[in-house]
């Protein structure tokens, strides 16, 4: 825990302000989203190679082939998906660095999050036990499958993009719940959607342009 104290210039409140400050700049209208961002120390998140732009608003390698998302899209997402009201049981697809499960702690009353990279998940347990996040659930495997077992869930988020919405994510989506999914299969033209369970199907909504990791199936063995 070397440099994961405030204090340090890098994690100071006044580097984090900025951040608050821009967030707002870009359209982040929630008080709770931007004040889960302020206290959450996003540089415990990176690699300490790169703390010092943790608190920019720009997504940033993880390693194994995966990014911490942008500040704004975290924000944005998270928005999206609390605007109709409080959330007890959110699903999480894409645990990678476990920022965005963090901001959703503190939301909402119990995450749910797969991650298909073991050595992303052991890290991303870490990180919320040095942060004291206890309402965090985790799961190695393959994210296009959900987790059956805890659905259905009030708001379901995914942070990795597939060409298609996967339909085990539609079917465990509670009626009245969103799931907030990036589509697309190139990194440069994927489109942010927020669809909703009806009584009678989905309504889709498309919210922006965005830019993300494609999801991938199965799962890594390097485990074993």
């Not at 070397?2 to 006044?14: E, F, P």
């Not at 697809?93 to 998940?121: F, N």
Request: charge should be neutral; aromatic fraction near 6%.
């Amino acid at each position: 825990m070397k440099s994961h104290h405030l204090g340090i210039g890098m994690t100071s409140q006044r580097t984090r302000e900025r951040l608050i400050n821009r967030l707002q700049e870009e359209g982040i209208r929630s008080t709770v989203v931007l004040d889960a961002i302020r206290s959450t120390p996003r540089h415990i998140f990176v690699d300490e190679a790169l703390a010092s732009r943790a608190y920019e608003d720009t997504a940033l390698p993880i390693g194994h082939g995966q990014t911490i998302s942008q500040p704004y899209i975290v924000a944005r997402m998270t928005e999206v998906l609390l605007s109709g009201g409080k959330l007890d049981k959110v699903l999480e697809v894409g645990t990678g660095s476990g920022y965005q499960a963090a901001i959703l702690a503190q939301l909402v009353g119990q995450v749910y999050s797969v991650e298909r990279i073991d050595a992303l998940l052991k890290l991303a347990r870490q990180r919320f036990m040095e942060l004291g996040l206890r309402n965090i659930r985790l799961k190695h495997c393959d994210g296009k499958l959900g987790w059956p077992e805890y659905a259905p869930y009030d708001g379901i988020i995914v942070t990795a993009a597939p060409a298609d919405v996967p339909t085990a994510l539609l079917e465990q989506l509670a009626v009245g719940g969103r799931l907030i999914i990036p589509v697309g299969a190139s990194g440069r033209n994927q489109t942010l959607l927020s669809i909703t369970r009806t009584p009678d199907g989905y309504q889709q909504e498309t919210l922006e342009t965005v830019s993300f990791v494609p999801l991938l199936s199965g799962r890594d063995q390097a485990h074993f």
